[in-house]
């Protein structure tokens, strides 16, 4: 595939296994799983282009078990990933724009329409979050400091962390 084609496919992807299964007449099952051949045939497209997004994509947005797929993250709709918690790094970055800061600083980091609030291990990907909504902020997160305070995190197969929320006494804005 082009990866014009590509990027359009994995975009109506993400759609209907994170935010609209049902607009496609899927269901996930509570881990957000579905069967391949039914979820090939309701994209109307074929097994190969979906395997090869699953592939290629720049994000590793999905994953193939057992004959079935999901999404790795960034799901609005219910579901439980049964992602074990794990320890984070001392510090995660979030990526967000100057407009959210005064809201971000006063309350902290807030899952929004997601399950988690999504972190990145590095300012790179932070950065390239942030850019997706303007010019970026980058937000340093004192995740060793949470986890000490018994925060909980766990990260997706493709190395996004996620936690609940993060409180305005663990971010700190990065010049
Ligand atoms: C902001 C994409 C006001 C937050 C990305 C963000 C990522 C607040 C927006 C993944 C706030 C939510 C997730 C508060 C947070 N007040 N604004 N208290 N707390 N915000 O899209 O992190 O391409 O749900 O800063 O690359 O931007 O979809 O989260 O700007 O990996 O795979 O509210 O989604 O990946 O936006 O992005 P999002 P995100 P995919």
């Known amino acids: 595939m082009q990866e014009q084609e590509l990027i359009r496919l994995s975009k109506r992807m993400s759609k209907h296994l994170r935010h ?5 007449g ?3 099952d509570p ?4 069967d391949l051949d039914a979820f090939v045939r309701a994209l109307r497209t074929t097994r190969e282009n979906v395997l090869e997004v699953v592939a290629r994509d720049n994000k590793q947005r999905y994953a193939v078990e057992a004959g079935r797929i ?14 074990p918690v794990s320890e984070p790094p001392a510090v995660l970055y979030h990526g ?3 407009k959210f800061l005064p809201d971000i600083l006063a309350e902290g980091l807030r899952p929004m329409a997601r399950h988690d609030v999504h972190l ?21 997160v004192a995740a060793g400091r949470m986890h000490a305070d018994g925060h909980e995190f766990r ?21």
Do not use: C, F, I
């Open 120 to 140: 990145s291990p590095t300012t790179d990907t932070a950065v390239r979050v942030g850019a997706r909504r303007g010019r970026p902020v980058v937000l340093e």
């Open 70 to 83: 999901r999404a790795n993250q960034g799901h609005t709709v219910e579901v439980d990933l049964d992602l």
């Open 96 to 98: 967000t724009v100057a």
């Open 26 to 28: 899927l269901t996930l």
């Open 20 to 24: 609209s299964p049902e607009s496609a």
């Open 155 to 175: 990260v997706s197969a493709n190395g996004v962390w996620l936690t609940q929320s993060v409180p305005p006494e663990y971010l700190r804005r990065l010049p």
């Open 31 to 34: 881990s957000g799983w579905v």
